[in-house]
């Protein structure tokens, strides 16, 4: 900031500005930078790439979206487990010799004991 524009600040007015930056995350830390410049006739495009952790204060609207995601990736390893689970529980049924219906076959055991073992 410019020496003639810092001095028209009082010293509260410079803590109070101070305080805002550090709330909307200027000391926030990023571990990882990575900028690609890309020439295009005259001009330059740039893609940046950033990762680290976000320390700022989450909105409402992004909290709530925190919260659909983590639900959602949470419904998403449990369906997959259950999958995974009765899978399991199927072929180990299969191996066993265990028909629960006589005449019917999803064809998995089939497969497995042709492709896998």
């Known amino acids: 900031m410019p ?7 009082t010293q509260e ?4 500005l101070d305080e805002a930056l550090r709330k909307n995350g200027a000391k ?18 740039f893609g940046v790439f ?8 989450l909105s409402r609207g992004e909290i709530n979206v925190k919260k659909t995601t983590v639900a959602a ?5 449990i ?9 399991i529980l199927y ?7 265990i028909n629960l219906f006589e005449h019917f076959s999803l064809g998995i ?3 497995f004991k042709q492709n896998v073992l």
Do not use: C
């Open 3 to 9: 020496q003639d524009i810092t001095a028209s600040y």
């Open 13 to 16: 007015q410079l803590l109070h």
């Open 28 to 45: 926030l830390a990023v571990n990882v930078k990575g900028r690609v410049s890309v020439p295009f006739t005259t001009t330059r495009f």
């Open 50 to 57: 950033l990762a680290g952790r976000d320390k700022r204060e």
């Open 73 to 77: 990736f949470i419904f998403a390893a």
């Open 79 to 87: 369906m997959v487990s259950t999958l995974m689970g009765l899978l």
């Open 91 to 97: 072929l180990i049924k299969s191996a066993l010799g």
């Open 109 to 111: 055991w089939g497969w």
